[in-house]
């Protein structure tokens, strides 16, 4: 069955840097987008940017140049690092998967990153 | 930047009918912005229920619908349960870029 399984929490400090992780099984890894969505506390849904299928990445503007996503297709493993922190930077990240032609369907378990020194 | 917009709450009575919308500051809704529906209960991630603008998944409750209606992506319970009281998003595609919308809190009273 397809699963994408998340890293556990992050506390990250002010500042610095995070990397989640998405473990994808259960399908062809390399047939499908990944996306990355992340959810302030008790606040909506915001799209961050995808890996496609070819391994190419686009961001949301909001985040072009502080986010890097990437993929290893050896292990089915898609990373969303984001540098230089701030509080605001405190959320649930998610990725999400999507077949080609908006086609959304299986999430991640969300994982929890928390800015604080 | 495009801004999608959604109701921020509704309510309705149980074995009703209600319609969520999406809106785009671009413009009309069409199939093009392959729109996307998803329902979040507090402390779950989102769970899919249409894809591009009409198309159920396997999971999707019979009673959900997707459409376009009067320039909008719209999403349409009939025969509303207990259990659909939740956040409902839409997403929407522009450009090369995808917009959530803000979610519509629906109230089941």
């Known amino acids: 069955q397809v699963q994408l399984v998340q890293s556990g929490p992050e506390v990250p400090e002010p500042g610095a840097s995070v990397k989640v992780s998405c473990q994808a099984s259960g399908y062809t890894f390399t047939s499908y987008y990944i996306h990355w969505v992340r959810q302030a506390p008790g606040q909506g849904l915001e799209w961050m940017g995808l890996?496609?299928?070819?391994?190419?990445?686009n961001y949301a503007q909001k985040f072009r140049g502080r986010v890097t996503m990437t993929r290893d297709t050896a292990t089915n493993m898609v990373y969303m690092d984001l540098r230089r922190l701030r509080s605001d930077d405190t959320a649930v990240y998610y990725c999400a998967r999507e077949y080609h032609g908006g086609h959304f369907d299986y999430w991640g378990q969300g994982t929890q990153v928390t800015v604080s020194s | 930047q495009t801004v999608v917009t959604q109701e921020p709450s509704l309510t309705v009575s149980p074995g009703g009918t209600v319609t969520l919308t999406c809106a785009s500051s671009t413009g009309a809704v069409t199939s093009d912005y392959y729109a996307n529906w998803f329902q979040q209960k507090p402390g779950q991630p989102p769970r899919a229920l249409i894809y591009t603008t009409d198309m159920k998944h396997s999971w999707t409750p019979a009673r959900f619908s997707g459409s376009l209606l009067g320039g909008k992506a719209a999403l349409t319970l009939s025969g509303v349960q207990p259990e659909d009281e939740a956040e409902y998003y839409c997403l929407l595609m522009s450009g090369n870029a995808w917009v959530f919308g803000g979610g519509t809190k629906l109230t089941v009273l």
């Open positions: 890996v496609n299928p070819g391994g190419t990445t």
